[in-house]
């Protein structure tokens, strides 16, 4: 079992930055990587960025690239995602996911994630 927990979100207006953590609990002796996804009104939830267990590797979703970022401290069990020049249509729910995996092992298909968080929300707006 995995319990993750995300914080650090809020209301920020178009062009803004926020940063966002997963706190991730209940493992330290096994491999697994980590995940973003947001889901906003009415809409699936989608894939946002992850990273592998060794930091090596990640894959962002293209609408993001560019402009955000994530990184991974296993010493502290903690993943955050720096979001920065945000956009209205960043507005979402923002949820922290887990797969398992070897140390370089990353997806971005949702359903390959056993183990999620509450979500945090992120509402950019002027």
């Known amino acids: 079992q995995v319990q993750l927990v995300e914080s650090g979100g809020g209301l920020v207006q178009p062009g803004g930055s926020l940063r966002l953590s997963c706190a991730a609990s209940?493992?330290?002796?096994?491999?697994?990587?980590l995940g973003w996804f947001r889901q906003a009104p009415g809409k699936e939830r989608e894939f946002v960025a992850t990273?592998?267990?060794?930091?090596?590797?990640?894959i962002y979703a293209r609408s993001v690239r560019g402009r955000f970022a994530v990184s991974r401290d296993v010493a502290k069990n903690t993943m955050d995602l720096q979001m920065n020049n945000l956009k209205p249509e960043d507005t979402a729910i923002y949820y922290c996911?887990?797969?398992?995996?070897?140390?370089?092992?990353?997806?971005?298909?949702?359903?390959?994630?056993?183990?999620w968080g509450q979500g945090t929300q992120v509402t950019v707006s002027s």
């Open positions: 990273i592998s267990w060794s930091g090596s590797q990640t």
């Open positions: 996911a887990a797969v398992d995996g070897d140390r370089d092992f990353v997806t971005a298909q949702r359903a390959q994630y056993h183990y």
């Open positions: 209940g493992r330290d002796f096994s491999t697994y990587g």
